[in-house]
C-alpha cells in the first residue's frame, strides 16, 4: 500500500475510535434525559402537590372569610332638640282634695319659665341607643273654674327622661322597624290656688317621682328620597299604674347631616299615692331639626 494512503487510513481509525471512547464516557456519566427529568426532577404535578398548596387549600389557609375581613359598622349619631306644642289634661289629686284642669299650649306658653328638649340617638348595625329628655317649669296659669266662681290657677313643674335601647328587626331601604326596650323617670310637682270666690287665696302644693319600665316598636317608611314617615309606641307600668306614649312625624332631608321634622305626641300617665296622684294627658304638635354627625 502506498506510504501516504497507509498513513490517512491510519488516522481515520484513530479519530473513529476517539469518537466511540467519548461516547461511551458520555454515556457512562450523564444518564439520558428521561432517567435524569425522573430521578432529579419532581414532575410538575408533584411538586405542585407538596411545595404550593391548591388554590381552595390557599384561600382558606391564608386569606380569612369575608366575615372576618370585612369592616365593622361604624357609630352614627343623631340628636334633635324640639319643641313640643304640649296641651294639659287631666286630674291632680294632693291629700283629699281632687282637681281637674286643663291648659292649651297657649296657656302655658305664656306662662312658661324654662322649657328644655331634646333627644339624642347612637346606632351601630342593628343595635342602638335612644335617649330623651324634657323639663319645663309653669308660672301660675288658669286651669279651670273654681268652686262658688273662683278660678283655679296652677303651677306645674315636670321633667321626664327615657334611656332605651333597640334593634333593628327589619332594615329596608324603603322600611325599617326597630324594637324598643327601656326605662323612663318622671317627676312632678304641682301647686294649686283658688282666685275669686268664697275660697279665695286656698292653695295646696305636693310632688311626687316614678320609674317606668317600658316597651314598644318604630316603624319608618321612605315615602320619596327625601321624605320619611316614622311612627312610635310605647306602653309601661312600674313606678305608675299605666303609662303610654304615640308618636308620628314626618322628616324632610334638608343636607347630608340636617332633617326638618314635624309631627303629633301624646303621653299619658296614670298613678300616684295616696297623698299624690297624678292622671296626666300631654298632647300636642312637635317640631325638631335632627342634626347627624
Request: proline share 5%; with cysteine; glycine share 14%.
Amino acid at each position: 500500500m502506498n506510504p501516504c494512503l497507509r498513513l490517512v487510513v491510519i488516522g481515520l481509525a484513530f479519530l473513529a475510535a476517539s469518537g466511540a471512547r467519548s461516547a461511551v464516557v458520555a454515556a457512562q456519566n450523564s444518564p439520558p434525559d428521561s432517567a435524569t427529568a425522573a430521578v432529579l426532577t419532581s414532575p410538575d404535578s408533584a411538586a405542585a402537590a407538596v411545595l404550593t398548596p391548591p388554590d381552595s387549600a390557599a384561600a382558606a389557609v391564608l386569606t380569612p372569610p369575608d366575615s372576618a375581613t370585612a369592616t365593622a359598622p361604624e357609630w352614627q349619631y343623631e340628636f334633635t332638640p324640639y319643641l313640643w306644642l304640649i296641651g294639659l289634661d287631666g286630674t291632680l289629686t294632693i291629700g283629699p282634695r281632687e282637681e281637674e284642669f286643663t291648659a292649651s299650649f297657649s296657656d302655658l306658653f305664656a306662662k312658661l319659665r324654662l322649657g328644655l328638649m331634646g333627644v339624642f340617638e347612637a346606632r351601630r348595625g342593628q343595635w342602638g341607643l335612644i335617649a330623651d329628655g324634657m323639663y319645663f317649669d309653669l308660672g301660675e296659669t288658669a286651669a279651670g273654674p273654681g268652686p262658688g266662681g273662683g278660678t283655679i290657677e296652677a303651677g306645674v313643674t315636670e321633667q321626664l327622661y327615657s334611656a332605651a335601647g333597640f334593634w333593628r328587626a327589619l332594615d329596608r331601604p324603603a322600611v325599617t322597624l326597630d324594637l324598643i326596650v327601656g326605662a323612663r323617670y318622671g317627676r312632678i310637682a304641682a301647686d294649686f290656688s283658688i282666685a275669686g270666690g268664697p275660697r279665695d287665696g286656698e292653695s295646696r302644693s305636693g310632688s311626687r317621682y316614678w320609674v317606668d319600665a317600658i316597651a314598644g316598636g318604630r316603624a319608618a317608611y321612605r315615602i320619596a328620597p327625601r321624605w320619611r314617615a316614622t311612627g312610635y309606641l310605647e306602653a309601661g307600668a312600674g313606678g305608675s299604674d299605666f303609662t303610654w306614649q304615640a308618636l308620628g312625624v314626618v322628616d324632610f332631608q334638608l343636607t347630608s347631616s340636617l332633617a326638618a321634622r314635624g309631627g303629633y305626641r301624646y303621653l299619658s300617665i296614670d298613678g300616684g299615692t295616696d297623698r299624690f296622684d297624678c292622671d296626666l294627658a300631654m298632647g300636642g304638635f312637635l317640631l325638631g331639626l335632627g342634626i347627624l354627625f
